[in-house]
């Protein structure tokens, strides 16, 4: 289903899945070659990407791995007012996210820097200022499913007798009808893959995740990339990684979900290209059916 967002006055329709690259202005984050720590580094990576077919670029200054300790926020905004305007100088005209739990570093990056969404992976419980600032500001906004602080989420696992999926599905529901309530109009939501989650937790999230992305009726966002759960099953080799990864992306988008996040942006775009080929050279249900009943017939 095709969902459209307001990106600074110009509505952009989500038509096929979106390719989102990532870029981290950060020495910590856990995959060394997404790093680019100045501005020369970022648009070589921007152009990079955006040349192997990325539709949209996040651009993040500050570290959410599990058990990770986050900088302060004058270190992360430092970072990102060299990052975003030079992802901007090179991404060609396409969106850019800020990848940010923290408020006033949200504002900053979208009023100062250059920004078009706000992607949260704390989902508005990391600060309790940043449902006020998206309805201010006006973008786009990533609500990720999480618990806890990225030290201790992987301690609060426990989702009960419902079970994961739909514990997280109706998390979701409830706080994106928090923010709508808000102004809120352009809510994409994130399962948050690794947070607070175990890697049983995780696979379970997404063998189901054509079920929530219609139950929630809202574009869908699925960040597996080169995460645990992918080094689980395939290893800590860097072409084992990229591999499941693709894998996972290419089920998460056969189910219908409308933004992939990942390190990889043309192993991605190349993934969607063989989903959607797949897809037109498949007859409608209906005719499947018709076949298979005429088939028994003879």
């Not at 997404?34 to 192997?52: G, K, P």
């Not at 994961?164 to 994130?190: F, H, P, S, Y």
């Not at 800590?236 to 390190?263: E, F, K």
Request: net charge negative.
């Amino acid at each position: 289903m095709p969902y459209s967002l307001n990106l600074r006055g110009r509505l952009v329709s989500i038509e096929r899945p979106w390719v989102m690259g990532i870029v981290n202005a950060t020495p910590d984050s856990f995959h060394a070659p997404s790093r680019a720590l100045t501005a020369a580094a970022v648009e070589r990576r921007v152009a990079a990407m955006v040349a192997a077919g990325a539709d949209v670029i996040d651009v993040g200054a500050c570290s959410t791995r599990p058990g990770s300790l986050p900088p302060s926020a004058d270190v992360e905004l430092a970072r990102l007012s060299v990052a975003l305007p030079a992802a901007r100088r090179a991404a060609a005209g396409r969106p850019v996210s800020v990848d940010t739990y923290r408020a006033d570093v949200a504002r900053a990056a979208v009023l100062d820097f250059g920004a078009d969404i706000i992607n949260d992976i704390g989902g508005g419980t990391l600060d309790a200022a940043m449902f006020d600032t998206v309805a201010e500001l006006r973008v786009p906004y990533v609500l990720t499913h999480t618990r806890g602080t990225p030290a201790t989420m992987q301690s609060l696992t426990d989702y009960g007798p419902d079970g994961v999926t739909a514990a997280v599905t109706g998390w979701l529901l409830r706080r994106a009808d928090e923010l709508r309530q808000r102004g809120v109009a352009d809510v994409i939501a994130d399962p948050g893959f690794g947070f607070a989650k175990t890697t049983e937790q995780c696979f379970e999230l997404l063998a189901a995740i054509g079920d929530i992305t219609r139950a929630l009726e809202m574009p869908v966002l699925v960040g597996v990339s080169r995460k645990a759960m992918v080094r689980a099953v395939a290893g800590g080799d860097d072409a084992a990684s990229l591999a499941g990864t693709t894998a996972l992306n290419t089920m998460a988008m056969a189910a219908g979900v409308h933004i992939v996040r990942v390190h990889d942006v043309g192993e991605a775009v190349l993934a969607r290209e063989m989903v959607e080929a797949a897809r037109g050279a498949m007859p409608p249900a209906r005719d499947i059916a018709d076949i298979v009943i005429e088939t028994t017939k003879r």
